[in-house]
């Protein structure tokens, strides 16, 4: 079978939506609500977060979100079985992001193993440097049939965005800042230089932009340089600011994707 | 068997640099740079002109004659107790600040622990007039109060870690956030022999001046360059790193690292990483760490402030895996015991961090011809009200 994130972006090409949310927040079995949730609410594809105790790359919410939900006991175990049969019920390509010491704890072979018979699609692993990825696992994951997705910032040098690409499947994740995640609210000039300079490279894997991504505003211009955008931190704000994740994701997906509320969750 | 650093940054099987890309170009700066910038003559005659005029050394290696007789071996204190600021670690921050200076960085970031790393680079920074930074956990603010006091006279901002177990661990997570969330502008003086390639390499030829002097003064006192035994604690490990360095490739030299046991190895409160650790990746480093099966940091637990850390420098784990190293450790109350001993039989308060290697003393067989040289790691001030808790009536 064809890896959904590129039957994706086969048949949409904009304004693509990408929804990151930690596993076990804000309750340890949201997992699959939330899923369903977000797909019939209008998400295109969904980055499910495995907590960690360190997370050193994001900032504040989803380091609490992180702490929460180690708190309320997920774990890789527990995520994997919430996930047995999700493909029953979610049709959207799904991705898991995670820091690369609880995976290799589980075993990347056990872990690649059962993100394929969960039907996962794609992995996201910002503290696997993209040479051993190379040397160690580029063939295991194409066994199992799942992309990895690398990072580019505004200081990755032209050379390393393109192997970057290459050793990237499905897309390529454009950190809109080099800051952790949740903290810049607008694009300046030289983010947008530096998107543009990105997409006149014509990489081989489409781009979506993820950081600051918050609202309608800054999900509209995104979608201006990229196939789409990544939402986290302004999800999970919404998950912690309402009382049951049925509000949460319908005021997320008002803000962001204004057009869609009418038939969004009811 | 090699001790030193591969080209790509590894120890055996431990070390590398695992970031994320948004450090990658900060990291790969350095990694480029450093070992050119510090071969340059003119980087090397500053580096040991402040070492001699502004920290003091050669640090003195003093023969303990009453404590030589306690334990039935010849044993030398290597005095880094007595270094400017009260520990090894301005070692490494001179030599830091000087490579900052040379990559053009106007701003200092760093984390500490005990509050001696803080106190070293706030005193680098006074000294260069550049910017500083110092994250610390919450817990350890509260606990080392005059190295708190001493940072921020020297103009420090010094920024709270309130995470996790809010010690040295999340000051760190949060000193290498800082750094993402500012490149260009900004050097992190990391202050142990941890995180990504080049930090573990570059720190410990920093605080390889303790082990070339060692040999030097050791000769001049004794005849010969080598000890039996050199002892140090270690937390990330950079005084130990420094007090191995030029003994690595001398096989007959027992290499005594000791590790923080805390309340007790099985109690639940320890920071003995190489006893409770397995491979894993901290702070951008493949190293032993504690941590439970599901791969969640374990949140140690150490008296002192400096060895309160659930990993170790993959220059260590290595030591450790390949048999190099003897790795002991001393619980909270021998490292108290050992520090009152020292102060009472030769009127040197220790650091609570180098009471622990003392409290290894007591662990070891010495015959009594043996030479032992015991890295002095800090002095004790900053610990006095921990100690006063403890002084025996």
Redesign the interface.
Known sequence: MKNRIDLLFEKKHAEILSVYFTAGFPERDDTLPLLELLEAGGADMVEIGIPFSDPLADGPVIQQSSSAALKNGMSMRLLFSQLRDVRKKISMPLILMGYLNPVLQFGMENFCRSCRESGIDGVILPDLPPDMFEEEYKEMFAEYGLHIIFLITPQTSEERVRRIDDLSGGFVYLVSDSATTGSRNSFSEKQQIYFERIRAMKLRNPSLIGFGIHNRETFTRACGFASGAIVGSAFIRSLAENKDIMQAVQSFVQSVKKENHDHSVA | MNYQVSEKGFYGEFG???????L??NVEELRSRYLEIMAEPAFREAFHHLLKHYVGRPSPLYEAKRLSQQYGARIFLKREDLNHTGAHKINNTIGQILVAQRLGKKRIIAETGAGQHGVATATVCALMGLECIVYMGEVDIQRQAPNVARMKMLGAKVVPAC??SKTL?DAT?EA??DW??N??NTHYIIGSVVGPHPYPDMVARFQSIISEEIRVQLKEQTGSELPDYVIACVGGGSNAAGAFYHFLDDEKVKLVAVEAAGKGIGSGFSAATTTLGK??????SKTL?M?T?????IEPHSISAGLDYPGIGPVHAHLFESGRGIFLSATDEAALRAGFLLTRLEGIIPALESAHALAALDQLQFKKEDTVVLNLSGRGDKDLETYMKYLPS
């Open positions: 590398g640099a695992f970031i994320p890309e948004m990658y170009p995470s996790g661990k997570n290498i956030r993402i969330n490149p260009g491979p894993g990746i901290i702070h951008g760490l941590q099966e599901d791969g969640q940091i």
